[in-house]
Structures are given as structure tokens and as C-alpha cells.
């Protein structure tokens, strides 16, 4: 037996996205956002409310870095995404998150993130609030990479929004092979 749920906002999984820029006099805001994900391969798209201190400074500076949640950083990553610097400039500071500017983009890396995406602003509709952006480099933490260089999961916790929960959940085991597993059935 199958429930209608209603349309509501409830993707599984949906990425913890924590947005950092500077604004015209290099103040630097920080926000969470879940209503994200790749567009292209080198796009991401968000839906990124006009109101937010972040828009106004992503639309003058023109760049951002997107780095993830992570379980070891659940708080600030939550405080981020309830306090707007338009009520409080401390926020960042507040945060207890560290920066360093970005050597690819104009906008911040967060020192204890390990994992960012340095962006340029691509366009954003005011209408829609889609914030579609290009992907100009991830910067990595070493200690999240394997002896290939590739993401070692094992060492690198990002977590996921539960909507239906208001939760955050860390990503589970592994289950299967990308691109290959589905080959049994052909
Ligand atoms: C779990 C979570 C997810 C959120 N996702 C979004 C989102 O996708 N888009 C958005 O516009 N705001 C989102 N928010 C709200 C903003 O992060 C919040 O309003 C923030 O204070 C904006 O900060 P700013 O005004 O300093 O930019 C989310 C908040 C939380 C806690």
C-alpha cells in the first residue's frame, strides 16, 4: 500500500552546501544551502533566495566557494544556515570557521572544510532564484585523499539534509559500482 505524501521539497539524498563569499569591502558571509546540485559537468545549480546576504555579494563580486558539510562540523554548518548576516555581520566569525582566500576565485575557502568547489558566478534569475555557477577547481583537503588521489570516504564524512526530518545524515556504506553493476542485466 502506497501514501500520498503531498509535493514537498523531500530528495534523497540532498547535499549540505556551505556557501562563503566576501562582499564589496571583503566581509565574508556563510550560509548552508540543500537545494543544490551538479547541472552540467562543470555547472552547479542552486536555489538561493534574493534575499540572502550571499546573493547580493555573489552578484557583485561574481565568485563563491561551496564546500560540504560534514559530521565533524554539523553546528557551525547549521548556525550558518539560520543566522543571515544581514542581521548579524558577526556570523562568519561566530561560525568559529577560519578562511583563507581562495587562489582560484574571489571569495573564501573555509580552513576546516575539506572539500570545495571554487566558483564563478555563470547567471541568477531573479525570478526563479536559480543560481547557476561554473566549477573552476575543488580544492581538497590531502588528508581526505586515498593513495590515487581520489576521495577516500572512509576519512571524508559529508552529510546529507533529511527534509522530512529537518535531520542531517551522515553517507552510509558503500553498495555498488557506478556505470557497471547494472551490466548484469543486459
Ligand atoms: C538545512 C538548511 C538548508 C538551507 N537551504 C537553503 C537553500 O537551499 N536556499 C536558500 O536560499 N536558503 C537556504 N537555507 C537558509 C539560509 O542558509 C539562511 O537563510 C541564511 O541565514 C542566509 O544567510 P545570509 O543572508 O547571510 O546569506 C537553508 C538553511 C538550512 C538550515
Not at 26 to 38: F, L, P, R, S
Not at 39 to 59: F, P
Request: aromatic residues 8%; charged residues 25%.
Amino acid at each position: 500500500m502506497r501514501k500520498d505524501l503531498g509535493a514537498k521539497a523531500y530528495l534523497y539524498p540532498q547535499p549540505v552546501l556551505i556557501i562563503s563569499t566576501y562582499d564589496e569591502d571583503g566581509n565574508i558571509d556563510v550560509m548552508n544551502a540543500a537545494w543544490g546540485g551538479m547541472s552540467d559537468y562543470k555547472k552547479i545549480s542552486m536555489c538561493i533566495d534574493r534575499g540572502h546576504r550571499t546573493t547580493a555579494n555573489v552578484l557583485k563580486s561574481g565568485a563563491l566557494t561551496i564546500a560540504m558539510a560534514d559530521s565533524e562540523h554539523v553546528i557551525p554548518c547549521d548556525y550558518v544556515g539560520i543566522v543571515s548576516y544581514n542581521k548579524d555581520p558577526e556570523k562568519a566569525k561566530k561560525s568559529g570557521f577560519t578562511f583563507t582566500k581562495s587562489g582560484k576565485v574571489n571569495a573564501p575557502l573555509i580552513n576546516e572544510l575539506p572539500f570545495a568547489f571554487e566558483c564563478n558566478l555563470i547567471s541568477y534569475d531573479e525570478k526563479t532564484e536559480i543560481m547557476v555557477c561554473e566549477i573552476v577547481n575543488i580544492s581538497a583537503d590531502e588528508r581526505i585523499l586515498d593513495e590515487n588521489g581520489k576521495i577516500d570516504l572512509s576519512v571524508f564524512h559529508p552529510i546529507t539534509y533529511d527534509a522530512a526530518n529537518s535531520a542531517y545524515v551522515e553517507l552510509g556504506r558503500k553498495v555498488g559500482i557506478a556505470f557497471k553493476d547494472g551490466k548484469a542485466l543486459m
